[in-house]
């Protein structure tokens, strides 16, 4: 189940050389979106798949990725958006987003979350704090809330990859995430949903069987 940590050298350049750029410092109609566009893109074709009735983002920031699903949550069947960050930022007013201010680890939030999700069908996205002990958390609590046939994407696997000095002793997403599906047979990687050279994903993008 590990990732292939020989993820071509060059493909590794190639993500370095664009964070070195920034490339993953865009907008959306004038909103931060810490993202790659191709990540984005790669986003929307699991959504658009999948089509859940609500999407939950663990991390919203400023809330630019809420509002980028927002702009096609029409034609992929999406009724609602629960973002949770442990900061109140400012953020663009998206009448399907309910944001949730709180440490999304915390039992308060999650039960929040649930209350918001109801019986709906969901996906989840986990780009909050990055530590895989606070991932392996968010993980207990919130990949249950994932229905079949839906996504549990894990973004920003690349502090893993890379070896960033940060999280060389804690490890990141890609540690949890690798840690927890071996014991969650429901789960499965999605291996056609990352074309692109650059991202910050790296390989987990996870369906509920």
């Not at 566009?37 to 920031?61: F, M, N, Y």
């Not at 968010?138 to 996504?151: D, M, W």
Request: aromatic share 10%.
């Amino acid at each position: 189940m590990n990732y292939d940590f020989s993820v071509g050298f060059w493909r590794k350049r190639a993500v370095k050389a664009a964070l070195d750029r920034r490339d993953d410092s865009q907008t959306w109609n004038g909103v931060s979106l810490r993202k790659f566009p191709s990540d984005c893109l790669a986003i929307q074709k699991l959504l658009c798949r999948c089509r859940p009735q609500v999407v939950v983002e663990l991390g919203t920031q400023y809330g630019g990725s809420a509002l980028f699903v927002s702009s096609f949550a029409p034609l992929a069947g999406i009724e609602a958006i629960v973002s949770v960050d442990l900061d109140d930022l400012e953020k663009p007013k998206i009448p399907i987003a309910t944001f949730i201010t709180g440490d999304s680890g915390a039992l308060e939030t999650v039960a929040k979350v649930k209350a918001a999700v109801g019986d709906r069908t969901c996906s989840v996205i986990v780009d909050a704090n990055h530590h895989a002990e606070f991932v392996d958390k968010e993980l207990t609590h919130y990949a249950p809330l994932v229905s079949p046939g839906q996504a549990l994407i894990m973004e920003d696997t690349h502090v893993d990859v890379l070896n960033f000095r940060k999280f060389r002793e804690t490890g990141g997403p890609l540690r949890s995430i690798q840690k927890f599906m071996p014991q969650h047979p429901e789960l499965e990687l999605t291996t056609d949903i990352e074309p692109y050279l650059t991202t910050n994903f790296f390989g987990y993008w996870v369906r509920r069987k």
